[in-house]
């Protein structure tokens, strides 16, 4: 992974949804600088637990507007929530325990995930709202 920063192109056009998208891209980022800055572990978990409490808590108001929306896709829109919260547990409790070091493909894999998920049901959701706000 290189530097991971916003890109107008993962715009879902909602204030509501792109602002926490910012934040959590940056999150990935601040990962992978500490990584690549040979931090220490302990620096790396800190960053690690803020990725998680706000992945936690930004996928928790999507939920919300989900639910606020009447969304029919959240089902399948929430397993790809969750499959990367434990995911990143997963890494968090590796992490803790001192038994793994985060490699450049873990780093990929949480970049590569979020930019699939911004891109692709984030922006169905995104599109759902337009069609709703539109009246069509
Ligand atoms: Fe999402």
Same mark, same amino acid.
């Given at each position: ?6 890109? +107008?192109?993962?715009? +879902?056009?909602?204030?509501? *949804? ?7 891209? !940056?999150?990935?980022? +601040? ?10 572990? $302990?620096?790396?978990? +800190? ?12 996928? !928790? !108001? /999507?939920?919300?507007?989900?639910? /606020? ?25 590796? =992490? $803790?325990?001192? $038994? *793994?070091?985060? $490699? ?5 894999? =949480? ?9 692709? !049901? ?10 709703? /706000?539109?009246?069509?």
């Amino acid at each position: 992974m290189t530097h991971f920063q916003w890109n +107008d192109a993962y715009s +879902d056009g909602f204030k509501l *949804i792109d602002e926490p998208h910012k934040i959590l891209i !940056s999150l990935i980022n +601040d990962l992978y600088e500490a990584q690549s800055r040979g931090m220490l572990q $302990s620096t790396i978990a +800190d960053t690690l637990d803020k990725l998680a409490d706000y992945t936690v808590y930004h996928f !928790s !108001s /999507e939920k919300g507007l989900f639910a /606020e929306y009447e969304y029919p896709n959240a089902a399948e829109h929430l397993l790809e929530h969750d499959y990367f919260v434990d995911k990143v547990k997963a890494l968090q409790l590796e =992490l $803790s325990k001192g $038994s *793994i070091v985060l $490699s450049l493909k873990t780093m990929d894999f =949480l970049k590569d995930w979020t930019i699939t998920h911004i891109l692709g !049901s984030d922006q169905e959701f995104g599109e759902f709202v337009r069609q709703r /706000e539109l009246g069509t």
